[in-house]
Nanobody, 120 residues
């Protein structure tokens, strides 16, 4: 019943921008830490950006200053604004929701992923 559906991926030239969206249903959205993970070909999945319920954010060094994560709790939607894209940003981007109780994970949900390709 829980669904996380990503959208907004595509092909873009280096230096371009994309905005990813993740529409959540079946969870109390405001209770979850929301994350964008990405997985490049031949590499492990990595955390690109995270945002807490009170809008505290964290970014991987590789995307800091270029990506902005945000959330709209009223719409149960997560966003990732990606600017100045580089070829190394090419990856499948996954929306993830984690719920913690006393720092223990009580929920962990994943979207299907959306492809971002940065190429000239």
């Amino acid at each position: 019943q829980v669904q996380l559906v990503e959208s907004g991926g595509g092909l873009v030239q280096p230096g371009g921008s994309l905005r990813l969206s993740c529409a959540a249903s079946g969870i109390i959205f405001s209770a979850y830490v929301m994350n964008w993970y990405r997985q490049a070909p031949g590499k492990q999945r990595e955390l690109a950006a995270a945002i807490t319920s009170d809008d505290t954010t964290n970014y991987a060094d590789s995307v800091k200053g270029r990506f902005t994560i945000s959330r709209d709790n009223a719409k149960s939607t997560l966003y990732l604004q990606m600017n100045d894209l580089k070829p190394e940003d090419t990856a499948v981007y996954y929306c993830n929701a984690k719920r913690f109780i006393n720092f223990n994970i009580r929920g962990d949900y994943w979207g299907q992923g959306t492809q971002v390709t940065v190429s000239s």
